[in-house]
């Protein structure tokens, strides 16, 4: 898993609340198990008319947005169903960041997992994120894990809280897998002293 140390990029807003991973990633683009491919669906049915062509007021189709690496999101991002789709397709298009009030707790752990940093801020901090995200491409956020901090583009920085756990992980790059990788050592030294007890 890629590393989260520091982002800098753009932030796209969507003033938005209880979006579900449905509307993240339909349920067309999950007959694939692969995590790469799935950012032409992010937001898909939001993002193209019925011809597949663009729908021009959906902010990452805004010249602004096209290449934005955070989004900041309304309140309970990611309910309704557990599909790891979600974070994958966020991932494949390009987001490592995604900032709100509240997430659902299932999207919320499989962002960990996939490598993003899913951030819950005060309403009003979020208000002021937005106002950010919302002055376009030339206004950045730099989004600091090791200090958990958020530094806005004029020089504002708002402070977030993360498990410590959680934090490490994405710190290091640390996915399930690596988590037992990590324990490869003792897990090779106990199967070695089960392997003995059982000859014995």
């Not at 789709?85 to 009030?101: E, K, M, Q, Y």
């Not at 106002?131 to 376009?136: F, K, S, V």
């Amino acid at each position: 898993m890629e590393k989260f140390t520091t982002l800098e990029g753009v932030a796209a807003p969507m003033r938005i609340i209880n979006v579900d991973t449905d509307r993240i990633i339909p349920k067309q683009y999950l007959k694939t198990i692969k995590r790469t491919g799935l950012g032409t669906g992010l937001f898909s049915e939001m993002r193209y008319n019925d011809d597949g062509s663009e729908k021009p007021d959906f902010v990452l189709n805004q010249p602004a947005y096209r290449n934005a690496k955070i989004l900041v999101v309304g309140d309970n991002f990611g309910c309704g169903s557990s599909r790891e789709h979600a974070p994958w397709a966020l991932a494949d298009f390009g987001i490592r960041c995604v900032i709100s009030t509240s997430f659902a707790d299932i999207f919320f752990n499989n962002c960990a997992k996939n490598g993003i940093l899913a951030i819950i801020v005060s309403p009003e901090d979020l208000e002021k994120l937005f106002l950010d995200a919302e002055r376009g491409a030339n206004a950045t956020l730099t989004v600091d894990l090791a200090a958990q901090t958020i530094k806005g583009p004029d020089g504002g920085t708002l402070h977030f809280d993360i498990d410590d756990g959680r934090k490490r992980n994405l710190l290091n790059g640390l996915d399930e897998i690596g988590l037992t990788l990590e324990r490869a050592p003792a897990i090779a030294d106990f199967e070695a002293k089960l392997a003995q007890r059982e000859w014995a």
